[in-house]
């Protein structure tokens, strides 16, 4: 396996085990529950910094067209951002959030918004501790 085969397989296993635990909480946490999709929204950036780096900006562009395959992942992509904002702006938007502003967030950023704009959301949510 290459690294990055390597790195695919860590992230998928952690992912699993993150919606695994989460699906066996019963009763809600103690600890500021933000702090899941922000930490990851942190790490998928600093991934993302890393790779516009090396890569460019647009260097994902040849993958699109390299396949069909390609072309698919990046629809379901797409398509699952698209489902996922759908899902969350209701509540943002209950929480005091601008969903005009963070629908521009996750265009530009895809997956890294919408895990912060689930981060802010979820802190709105909870009641302050003072």
Known sequence: MSFYEWIAFAAFAVAAGVMLLVTQTKARVSWPGWL?????????????????????????????????????????????????????????????????????????TGGIGLLAMLARTVQLERPSAG
């Not at 040849?62 to 969350?88: E, H, I, Y």
């Open 36 to 108: 899941v999709p922000g930490t990851i929204a942190a790490v998928l950036a600093a991934g993302a910094g890393v790779t516009v780096a090396d890569a460019g900006l647009f260097g994902f562009a040849p993958l699109l067209a390299a396949s069909p395959w390609g072309l698919q992942l990046w629809v379901d992509r797409l398509a699952c951002l698209t489902a996922a904002f759908f899902l969350l702006q209701n509540r943002a938007r209950a929480a005091g959030m601008k969903s005009e502003v963070w629908v521009l967030v996750v265009i530009a």
